[in-house]
């Protein structure tokens, strides 16, 4: 076991000791805080990690003393500022990460991304996501919960429709065109993208395959309200804090939406790729 792992077991478990000891069963808990049950159970498994909002809630919730809450928002920050191995998150499950995302997003007023590699989650369609899960499970051995993972980021998206938050997203040309799925998959995909255009509160940008580059297109990031930046490799989630760090970022993203094309032009470019699919013969 990782030691990232370990730590978030030995979390929960104490989370769980402070439950019981308010003669609470995790139903219970779970009522009090406006939580379905299943988060209380994943949390105190070590399949999700308890954050310092969490933390704060639970410990008001059963009583904890002010100073045993404080050494657990300690133990769950640092568990946030860790680097993150993938093939440990995955093995503890496909929905549990999607559930951890979603709610760092609920967390969150102000969304930017850059996925130079893939459609972003929030803008996946489940059968696109379906196909792009099965790949991750088969890299990272994870657990077989493929549909579970798909119920919990279409949930995710719903948040998309809220008009209290705002979302700014690019993706190189190139993604559209990579064929992670089959072609009615695609134009599907590739329909869903149109329409997210119309969003009053996203803004999706398209960098055109010919632009003049500011920058390597490497790591997807994700940019959430002005405190924290994840970056992803292929063997870890690397969450960054620190102020400088996070400038970098922003200052990173404002170039590539420089390049990219927004509005009737991005339709533009999504609609030239739905053609180009449309005259390749089925497969």
């Keep these: 076991m990782s030691g990232f792992q370990q730590a978030r077991v030995d979390l929960g478990a104490e989370l769980r000791r402070l439950r019981e000891a308010a003669h609470l069963s995790g139903k219970e808990l779970a009522e009090r805080l406006g939580w379905q049950a299943s ?28 100073d045993t809450v404080d050494d657990l928002i300690e133990r769950a920050r640092g568990l946030v500022e860790r680097h993150d191995s993938w093939r440990q998150r995955h093995r503890s499950g496909l929905a549990a990460l999607q559930e951890d995302l979603r709610d760092l997003e ?32 088969r890299l990272y051995e994870a657990t077989d919960d493929i549909d579970a993972a798909i119920r919990v980021r279409m949930q995710r998206q719903e948040i998309l429709y809220d008009p209290a938050r705002s979302f700014r997203f690019v993706l190189p040309e190139a993604v559209l065109r990579y064929r992670f799925a089959p072609l009615d998959v695609m134009r599907g995909q590739m329909d869903r993208l149109l329409a997210v255009t119309t969003l009053p509160n996203v803004e999706f940008g398209v960098i055109p395959t010919g632009a003049l580059l500011p920058t390597t297109l490497v790591n997807p990031f994700w940019i959430y309200n002005d405190s924290l930046v994840g970056v992803a490799t292929k063997t870890k989630e690397i969450l960054l804090r620190d102020s400088e ?17 927004f509005g009737e032009d991005a339709r533009r470019l999504i609609v030239q790729v739905i053609d180009d699919y449309d005259r390749q013969p089925p497969s």
């Design 106 to 137: 609920w967390r969150t007023r102000i969304i930017r991304a850059f996925e130079p590699g893939i459609v972003i989650g929030l803008l996946q369609t489940a059968e696109y996501a379906r196909n792009i899960f099965t790949r991750v499970r």
């Design 39 to 66: 988060k209380v159970s994943r949390i105190e498994n070590a399949r999700q990690t308890a954050t310092e909002d969490d933390v704060v809630t639970w410990g008001q919730a059963v009583g904890a003393a002010p």
């Design 245 to 261: 760090d996070i400038a970098f970022y922003a200052r990173e993203f404002e170039e590539l939406c420089a390049v990219a094309a």
